[in-house]
């Protein structure tokens, strides 16, 4: 089993992404909408990523069509995601499955809080708190997929140990294009 967070940049194939991220972020749409991952693959999200998504993510996918199912499904599910967080924690921390087979976990407010990313390099308040949903998810295998730059280039993975050794090593930093992460996915489809 493993785990998913999707940064808002790795799930928008826009026009200022090279062709080579577009077809991987597509690409990636196809295959979490694979039933096949039903049982290993697990995306986490959280209250303040849930807004994002819907603010910054739904519009710009309304533009890109045809979208794939993933991304779709995603579309489909944020009205109901949204309300879910906004419940009494009773209703978060739980698996929620979708038709696809991905079954997706909103994290409790206080759980992704838990750890303090400042001053490692990240100066958004979006990718902190991916990252912060990456680390509380670090009970297993997670991958944190984005194609912004300054997560691969600026971010300090060094402190991120130190801060945080156990779930650092749990969490991999990939693009869509990673071809070992293509790999891994295309391994566990079969």
Known sequence: MFGLVLDC???IPSEDKSREERE???WLGHTLSNNNLKNYATVYLSRHLIKVYQTKVAPHLKYHHPLP????SLLNLLPTFRKISTKSRKSLCKIIPSKMGIKFHIL???RVQFYN???IGLTEEEDREVLRIALASANQKTFLVTTDHHFLEDLNRTELSKRYPNESQKIEIVSPSDP???QFLIACLL
């Not at 199912?69 to 779709?72: H, Y």
């Open 117 to 119: 990313v400042n001053d």
């Open 180 to 182: 070992n992460f293509q």
């Open 24 to 26: 991987a972020i597509r």
């Open 108 to 110: 409790e407010r206080t």
């Open 69 to 72: 199912p993933f991304q779709a």
């Open 9 to 11: 940049s790795a799930l």
